[in-house]
């Protein structure tokens, strides 16, 4: 029976949420508004419910992308899926919102190199190449500043996420026409793409509890960073 999964995006800026089927996009509702998330997203979900007809006993798994992104974002929507789990004994699977923007690009024979503005002339970034029908990350995910992250680039590279609308100007200028593009939309994440992520972790036994899944936020938060800086002053004080 193909799994009936619930996939939840608050980490960036234009959220979506998405209940697939199988190979079947039952539902999709993607909000680039000013409100927050957390004034849309349990709607948003009755909706797509009613919409369906669906229950949420009839759901298999849900997804959601933990990371990285807006630090507020991403706890609204951990949250409400975690709310979720507990409510109806569903397993959770984390999807990173890096990779869930590169499946939507199966098409591309150039690596795929994607970019979300991080804020602070920083971008989260993924380098990925498709093998085996999903995207595979080469080395790893990280914030960094986007000169530095161009220095290692040498190959022709498609660019996708908002963080490449930013920074375009720049990338450009460093890679020539080594740089490639895709239309605005497309830099838009649309989570009913990381459905076969979420059906591939289910089918190695991936999904988690509520209790087990953590938001990757890569950065560290501002009360982490003043944290450390109290205390090395103390240090030095002392």
């Known amino acids: 029976m193909d799994p009936r999964l619930l996939l939840i995006n608050t980490a960036t800026p234009a959220g979506s949420i998405a209940l697939t089927a199988g190979e079947q996009v039952l539902a999709e509702l993607l909000l680039n508004l000013a409100s927050p998330h957390s004034d849309r997203l349990l709607a948003g ?105 161009l220095d290692d680039l040498a190959e022709t590279t498609l660019f996708v996420g908002d963080g490449a609308l930013v920074y375009r100007t720049l990338i450009v200028r460093r890679l020539g026409t080594r740089a490639h593009f895709v ?10 793409f990381a459905a076969p992520l979420v059906q591939q972790a289910l089918a190695a036994g991936e999904g988690c509890s509520a209790a087990a899944l953590k938001a990757r936020y890569i950065r560290r938060s501002e009360a982490e960073i003043m944290h450390s800086r109290r205390t090395a002053a103390g240090v030095l004080d002392g």
């Open 45 to 149: 979900i009755d909706r797509l419910l009613a919409d369906t007809g669906t229950s949420l006993s009839q759901l298999d798994a849900i997804g959601v992308v933990h990371g990285p992104g807006s630090f507020t974002g991403l706890r609204v929507g951990i949250a409400t899926a975690k709310g979720l789990s507990l409510a109806t004994g569903k397993p959770l699977v984390g999807i990173s919102s890096l990779q869930a923007l590169a499946c939507q690009f199966p098409a591309s024979s150039l690596p795929v190199c994607v970019l979300l503005d991080a804020r602070k002339k920083e971008v989260y970034a993924g380098l990925y190449r498709w093998f085996e029908g999903v995207p595979q990350l080469q080395g790893v995910e990280a914030v960094i500043d986007p000169e530095g992250l």
């Open 183 to 192: 239309p605005w939309p497309g830099n838009l994440l649309r989570v009913s």
